[in-house]
């Protein structure tokens, strides 16, 4: 059953994203939620876990999962270097596929 604070919260989410308006919003979607956006923000996974009041890591890696842009944002940061001693420099496949992340 969804709390009145949830619904709350949703039809004020509505307002700027209509397709939220439909889907069922729980204290567990909002941690969830809040939990990716601090990751996404560059929180460490740490503080996450203590805002979250976990004590496992383990625990909170199920609320801070690591989407796509982050692992590209990730690889983003990083060059890939120039090294043709490499065998695997010699899979153009794989180059190209690393060049296009």
């Not at 909002?30 to 956006?37: E, P, Y």
Request: aromatic share 4%; with cysteine; charged share 25%.
């Amino acid at each position: 059953m969804e709390s009145t604070l949830c619904q709350a919260l949703r039809a004020q989410a509505a307002r700027r994203v209509s397709s939220i308006g439909t889907k069922r919003v729980s204290p567990h979607v909002i941690r969830h939620t809040t939990a990716v956006h601090l990751l996404r923000a560059g929180v460490d996974i740490n503080t996450i876990r203590a805002w979250l009041g976990h004590v496992s890591l383990d625990t909170t890696s199920i609320y801070a999962e690591v989407d796509l842009a982050m692992k590209a944002k990730a690889l983003a940061e990083f060059s890939i270097p120039d090294d043709s001693r490499r065998h695997w420099r010699k899979e153009p496949g794989l180059m190209a596929f690393l060049r296009s992340l």
